[in-house]
């Protein structure tokens, strides 16, 4: 069962997509925002094309773990995704995932360019991971 990872950012939603067995998270792309309709209509083709069975958002909360402006564009975002798949969408905490992806980029001595283009994936796929280590069967 594949499973498909958003980081839902205002100008971009990074993705990243499970392994069929739904053990492992890998980066895939970065949609670039529209707005409204077409988001939702980019990310419904990417569940088909890879024919995911559930969607993890993340939820960017505060430190205190408050919802914020930007958890709350992010949830409507995601009731919309539910109405419009038809799949499960589950949102998860995402606090410190964009930092850890930065992280991990310059510890890998991606250049700072690289690392604009990818950091949205990235964050995508460390929300993913953390959903299938702690919904693992």
Known sequence: MRVLGLDVGERRI????????????????????CGGREDLDAVCALIAQHQAAAVVVGLPLTLK????????RVTSFA??????????VHLVDERLTTAQGERALLATDTSRRRRKQVIDQVAAQLILQQYLDTHST
């Open 79 to 88: 009731n919309a995704l539910r109405r419009q798949s038809m799949v499960p």
């Open 65 to 72: 773990g408050a919802h914020g402006s930007q958890a709350q």
């Open 14 to 33: 990074g993705v990243a997509l499970s392994d069929p067995l739904g053990l492992t998270a890998q980066r895939l792309t970065v949609l670039r925002r």
